[in-house]
């Protein structure tokens, strides 16, 4: 999945359209899987505009959550084994 760097600078008036044009592809994959994997078109568009809500109020809350103090890439951390079939 590869989004296109933006050709235009952010005043000019055809870049919110060159930014949708480069992320439909990468929609489009996102549906395709979620179709093979048993999830309706209408059902998956639902559940992606829901997510796009959430990271919406989310980013409005906190614009760069990275910046926040403590904060760490959670890729980084050992796995945890505080789960209940971990002992076992």
Do not use: F
């Not at 235009?8 to 992320?23: K, M, N």
């Not at 990468?26 to 395709?32: K, R, T």
């Not at 760069?64 to 971990?86: C, F, K, M, R």
């Amino acid at each position: 999945m590869t989004v296109q760097a933006p050709k235009h600078q952010a005043s000019h008036p055809d870049r919110d359209l060159q930014c949708q044009e480069s992320i439909e592809p990468a929609m489009h994959e996102i549906l395709a899987d979620a179709n093979m994997h048993g999830w309706g078109t209408n059902e998956t568009m639902n559940a992606m505009e829901e997510v796009l809500k959430h990271l919406r109020l989310a980013y409005a809350e906190d614009p760069d959550p990275a910046e926040d103090a403590g904060v760490t890439n959670l890729n980084d951390q050992e796995p945890s084994n505080d789960w209940p079939a971990a002992n076992q």
